[in-house]
Every structure is written in structure tokens, then in C-alpha cells.
């Protein structure tokens, strides 16, 4: 199934994709129907057989997750576009806010004029239930569904004195969406594509096979310290292609288009503002 949030009305919503529209769901947010398990897979099965759909007025984020815990140097092309990069030994994470996400088409609004906003595909995966200390061969069970995170960045600052915080978190540097597949419609999670383009030029394009560390193994590690709650989102790590080490870099700028995509999931596509 794939599943949505959206806005008709002036409503915000949650829905299952029916046929050429969404069938409106009985809950408030997507996290409500994650948490309620089988029955919430159930209710979004029944609409989506037989429920009235409707052409909602635009797509939202989603969810807004509790919690947003990010891949860094997930993929060995990192060492092909830069030859500095220590590819680690164990899985390395950092946070992003759930202040920074928007949904699609909505814009990433660049907050001063000198700052260099870079993009990052990333598969990200949604918790569907409370995680602890999961082991490597089972953890996919944990897995509700899957959807797509751009993590944009801010390199000036995250890379002076590695404030990687702040610069992963200003206010919509985390669109997300378009929709959540669930997993057992998304199937084999590496045998996926990832793409960015920006301005309809492909910028990056790699299987999910590259990966260093699969789900599993990054779920197992975050767990073993963190608990994780359903609607939580984990991320998968971004290939090559980045602007950052292209020569010269491509940074994003005001009247840019960007939109990363993940094979059958889709394309999740975000306007570039000026907030100065």
C-alpha cells in the first residue's frame, strides 16, 4: 500500500492511494495509524479496496516523525568523489529536527545568501513499532514502510568546527515524502535506485546495493543505545554526486528545482527560496 498525507479542504488528512486518487483514512496523523499495527494496515487495506477516493488539494510531509536519525558515509563511492573520505568501520548517524521537515513542493527556504545548501537522496525507512536492542537478521521486521529524505545541508557549517547540527537543521532542510510504501509492497530494499536532479540535470544516480551497511545493520546498532518508536525515521545515507565535491560545487540557489527520487516509492520534488 502506499499511503499519504494530505490537505483537502483546508483539512489535513490521511489517506491510501485508491486507484487514480486517496481514500481518506479514520485517523488524525500517520503516526496514529502506525501505532495502532495491524488494525491501522487493515482499516488503510479496507479503504483502499472499496472506499470512496478524492483528488486531495496537495500532498503533505507524511509524518512528522519523533524522531529522525541519518546514515553518514553509507556508501563506497564516497571515496570516488573524494579521496579524503574515511569510509567507518561501524555505522555513524547524526540527527535531523522534526522542525526541518516539509512535505512535497513545499520550499526549502535558503536563510542567508552566502551559505552553501547542498542535497543528499536518501532511502529512509519508518519504524512501525517500539525497537530495542534488535538483532541484524530480524530487524527488517521492525520496518512499517519506506519513503524518501532529502537531507539538505548547509556545508559552511557543517563543516567549520563539524557543526553538524546546525548545519543539518535549519527550518525545511528535510522534505520528505512523497508518500510511505509499505514494506511488504516495497519489497527487496537493495535492489532500488536512487536519483537527484536538479533542474533536470541527473546529479546523482546509484543502487542501493552500495550500500556499506543495509538496514539491518544500522537498525541493530541504533537500537542497542536508542530506543526507537513507531513513526521514528531512520535513513539510509546518500551516494555520490553531491555538490559539495563536484568541481566546482553545485550549491542550491534560490529558483533551483531538486528532486530526489527512489525507485518504486517516487519522486519527491522541492522548490529552492531566498529567506533573506
Not at 536519525?69 to 529536527?97: D, I, Q, R
Not at 539538505?152 to 537543521?169: E, H, M
Not at 519489497?187 to 542501493?208: K, Y
Request: with cysteine; net charge negative; hydrophobic share 40%.
Amino acid at each position: 500500500m502506499r499511503l499519504v498525507a494530505f490537505e483537502s479542504g483546508g483539512r489535513a488528512r490521511v489517506g491510501v492511494r485508491s486507484g487514480e486518487g486517496v481514500a481518506p483514512l479514520p485517523y488524525e496523523d500517520m503516526t496514529a495509524l502506525i501505532r495502532d499495527g495491524d488494525r491501522g494496515l487493515d482499516a488503510a487495506r479496507q479503504a483502499a479496496a472499496s472506499g470512496p477516493s478524492l483528488q486531495p488539494d496537495r500532498l503533505l510531509a507524511p509524518l512528522r516523525p519523533g524522531k529522525i536519525l541519518c546514515s553518514g558515509v553509507n556508501y563506497a563511492s564516497h571515496s570516488e568523489e573524494n579521496p579524503a573520505a574515511v569510509l567507518p568501520a561501524e555505522p555513524f548517524f547524526f540527527s535531523k529536527l522534526p522542525s526541518a521537515v516539509i512535505g512535497p513542493d513545499e520550499a526549502i527556504v535558503i536563510p542567508q545568501a552566502h551559505m552553501q545548501v547542498d542535497y543528499e537522496v536518501e532511502l529512509a525507512l519508518v519504524v512501525g513499532r517500539r525497537a530495542r536492542r534488535l538483532d541484524e537478521e530480524s530487524a527488517l521486521d521492525a520496518i512499517f514502510g519506506w519513503t524518501v529524505l532529502n537531507d539538505v545541508s548547509a556545508r559552511d557549517i557543517q563543516f567549520k568546527d563539524n557543526q553538524i547540527t546546525l548545519g543539518k537543521n535549519p527550518d525545511t532542510f528535510a522534505p520528505l515524502g512523497p508518500e510511505i510504501v509499505t514494506a511488504d509492497e516495497l519489497g527487496d530494499w537493495s535492489t532500488l535506485r536512487l536519483r537527484t536532479t536538479l533542474n533536470g540535470e541527473t546529479m546523482q544516480s546509484s543502487p542501493t546495493s552500495e550500500m556499506l551497511f543495509g538496514p539491518g545493520r544500522l537498525l541493530a546498532a541504533l537500537t542497542a543505545l536508542i530506543t526507537l518508536e513507531p513513526g521514528d525515521v531512520v535513513t539510509t545515507g546518500t551516494p555520490a554526486g553531491v555538490g559539495c565535491f563536484r568541481d566546482p560545487p553545485v550549491w542550491l540557489r534560490p529558483g533551483d528545482v531538486i528532486t530526489v527520487s527512489v525507485d518504486r516509492i517516487g519522486d519527491l520534488t522541492n522548490p529552492v527560496t531566498a529567506g533573506w
